[in-house]
């Protein structure tokens, strides 16, 4: 299954966090808070919303810092993804 975003709504795959201990060890994110970065999974097509012209910004595989409180989470085939509306998008990390 596919999930392809409407208007200026773009789909994130969330990346993972870990930490690594001073003296080497990898401690998974489970405990923690989730990061705000994703990768970009699929993208819109922009368009016009509430009257305004819409260029899409981000474009697939971006790796992108997002609101912290922005998104619908959805689970589709065992991953999950977050979809957010681009201006909910912070920043691209290059």
């Known amino acids: 299954m596919k999930l392809t ?3 200026d709504r ?7 966090a870990e930490e690594t201990t001073k003296s080497g060890i990898v401690l ?3 405990n923690k808070e989730k990061p ?3 990768e ?6 922009g368009g016009v919303v509430d ?3 819409i260029k899409m910004e981000v474009k697939v595989g ?3 810092i997002y609101s912290k409180y922005s998104g619908t989470e959805v689970k589709l085939d065992d991953e ?10 912070l920043a691209i990390i290059e």
């Open 62 to 64: 971006d790796n992108v």
């Open 40 to 45: 970009v999974v699929a993208v819109g097509p």
């Open 51 to 53: 009257g305004k012209e």
């Open 10 to 16: 773009v789909v994130l795959k969330q990346l993972v």
């Open 28 to 30: 998974p994110g489970q």
């Open 36 to 38: 705000q970065q994703a």
């Open 80 to 89: 999950e993804y977050i979809i957010v509306k681009q201006n909910d998008i």
């Open 5 to 7: 975003p409407l208007g």
